[in-house]
């Protein structure tokens, strides 16, 4: 493909390395109802999904019915554990995604395409002063369904052809940046091309995903470096 007309980052697990604070805010969340969710059933069954799919599955599997009320009350619950952990620091960043933020920036459009709530990720972006860098932001709050569902990255895709008429964007121009299968199966299923980074799943573990190419991190890279990427 060309020099991508726009850049759409996944959150958790591309930016933020708050995969396993997820699962542990879940895990304190439901705490004695139903099974133990340990780490690997979660990343196996859980990463991707946004909060409302997640409790909803976590609450069946529990042998409880998942009424919108019952999610959104669990969902309430891990927002102000998720949010008293995060400013207490225990969210680290990933290598190197914070300069290719800022490589993409004034150059390219870029989009925030993540499953998180608005709540949990808004305070991360203003904490890595990246509050300019996302000309548009979808959050689980604007889609009805969840990744895999590719209405995230179809909203994502729309809003910024709308902002940036003059630049020809449609989803096969777009590069999709992502780490689960969930996710790189929302973008691949709304026709954007996805980059696969490997902080949670093995590389051998991506590239059985419909991702045309995965990269161990984003450490040392740059929009050239995409561009390169994309016209390999």
Known sequence: MPRPTAVLFDFDGVIADSERLHHQTMVEVMGETGPETPWSFYRENLMGMDDRAAFAFLLKRSGVAATPEAVREKMAQKAVLFARYAAEGRVP???????????????????????????????IVSALGLDEAFAVRITAEDVPQSKPHPASYQLCVEALAALFPQRDIRPGTCLAIEDSPDGIASAHAAGVPVLAVATNCTQEELRATPAFASVPSLDDMILESLQILVSD
């Open 93 to 123: 960043v990933f290598p190197g995604a914070v300069r290719l933020i800022r490589s993409c920036m004034g150059r390219v459009p870029l989009g925030l395409c993540s499953g998180a709530v608005k709540s949990d990720i808004d305070p």
